[in-house]
């Protein structure tokens, strides 16, 4: 969380590009087809959208340019092209803009980065010496390079490759036996640490086993036991989820006017049943 490094009346300041650009949906009108009785769909100019009813447009464009002199994009390798696009048209003369990345970070979701291109034409300056993690021999370092090498990584200190051996559903058991024997040897605390998995794991999906949806609900039980009285289903519409006091959660959305980001977590305190 960058909000964290900069003093409070900072932070109004600092935002999602979306935010910063003021994306809202934008309707279109629908026209429905007599003959055939399918709905087609019209901007305001008349171009047709086809079966598009909706879609997010950024208020802030070249004709209504961003008020800021200097742009600082934190985490710029994973900014598409096009939404580069957006900010370049919303920008007014003379805005400087700033990023900061690794090229060697997660690319965007869809689209090609920017990055590379402002990496190739613009000014840079590289950083090649860790400061995170201090000292020499430091396994995790030494691993990061040999990755970015084209290596594979090796054992070390407190850095340890444990091979799990069979289908991902073995794989799931080896997992959840040896995270409890990590917390009791002070290895791994559940509240402060996390656990990277190589996908979702909607169920059905290939090595679903291993996937964060299905390894959360077992280490929830694991290290959160609770009886089934104090463990509730909360029908959220579209999908339901199973939680109890104690149990770690992390926000998914932004909710701008509770002061909650996408990505920050916390504790269940108190469930309370909603009046609606």
Same mark, same amino acid.
């Given at each position: 969380?960058?909000?964290?490094?900069? $003093?409070?009346?900072?932070?109004?300041?600092?935002?999602?590009?979306?935010?910063?650009?003021?994306?809202?949906?934008?309707f279109y009108t629908g026209i429905k087809n007599e003959s055939t009785g399918e709905v087609e769909y019209f901007d305001d100019d008349g171009e047709s959208k086809g079966t598009r009813k909706m879609e997010f447009l950024p208020t802030y464009t070249a004709d209504c340019l961003l008020p800021w002199d200097v742009i600082l994009i934190d985490e710029a390798g994973m900014v598409p092209?096009?939404?580069?696009?957006?900010?370049?048209?919303?920008?007014?003369?003379?805005?400087? +803009?700033?990023?900061?990345?690794?090229?060697?970070?997660?690319?965007? +979701?869809?689209?090609?980065?920017?990055?590379?291109?402002?990496?190739?034409?613009?000014?840079?300056?590289?950083?090649?010496?860790?400061? &995170?993690?201090?000292?020499?021999?430091?396994?995790?370092?030494?691993?990061?390079? &040999?990755?970015?090498?084209?290596?594979?990584?090796?054992?070390?200190?407190?850095?340890?490759?444990?091979?799990?051996?069979?289908?991902?559903?073995?794989?799931?058991?080896?997992?959840?036996?040896?995270?409890?024997?990590?917390?009791?040897?002070?290895?791994?605390?559940?509240?402060?640490?996390?656990?990277?998995? $190589?996908?979702?794991?909607?169920?059905?999906?290939?090595?679903?086993?291993?996937?964060?949806?299905?390894?959360?609900?077992?280490?929830?039980?694991?290290?959160?036991?609770?009886?089934?009285?104090?463990?509730?289903?909360?029908?959220?519409?579209?999908?339901?989820?199973?939680?109890?006091?104690?149990?770690?959660?992390?926000?998914?959305?932004?909710?701008?006017?509770?002061?909650?980001?996408?990505?920050?977590?916390?504790?269940?305190?108190?469930?309370?049943?909603?009046?609606?």
């Amino acid at each position: 969380m960058i909000k964290k490094n900069f $003093p409070r009346d900072w932070h109004g300041n600092i935002m999602t590009i979306h935010r910063m650009l003021a994306f809202k949906p934008k309707f279109y009108t629908g026209i429905k087809n007599e003959s055939t009785g399918e709905v087609e769909y019209f901007d305001d100019d008349g171009e047709s959208k086809g079966t598009r009813k909706m879609e997010f447009l950024p208020t802030y464009t070249a004709d209504c340019l961003l008020p800021w002199d200097v742009i600082l994009i934190d985490e710029a390798g994973m900014v598409p092209l096009d939404l580069w696009h957006q900010i370049l048209d919303a920008m007014k003369p003379g805005c400087r +803009v700033y990023m900061v990345g690794d090229i060697n970070q997660l690319p965007p +979701v869809h689209g090609r980065s920017i990055f590379g291109f402002a990496l190739a034409n613009w000014p840079s300056w590289e950083l090649n010496h860790i400061h &995170r993690q201090q000292g020499k021999d430091n396994p995790i370092v030494d691993n990061a390079w &040999r990755v970015l090498k084209g290596l594979n990584p090796v054992s070390g200190g407190a850095f340890q490759m444990v091979e799990l051996k069979g289908d991902a559903q073995y794989a799931s058991r080896q997992v959840r036996a040896m995270m409890p024997k990590l917390r009791e040897r002070g290895i791994y605390e559940p509240n402060r640490d996390s656990i990277i998995t $190589p996908i979702n794991g909607e169920d059905g999906a290939r090595g679903f086993a291993l996937g964060q949806l299905p390894l959360n609900r077992e280490f929830s039980l694991i290290f959160n036991p609770t009886d089934k009285d104090s463990r509730y289903i909360i029908d959220a519409g579209r999908e339901r989820k199973q939680f109890a006091v104690g149990d770690r959660v992390m926000a998914t959305r932004n909710d701008h006017e509770a002061g909650i980001t996408n990505g920050m977590t916390g504790i269940i305190v108190g469930i309370a049943e909603h009046e609606g």
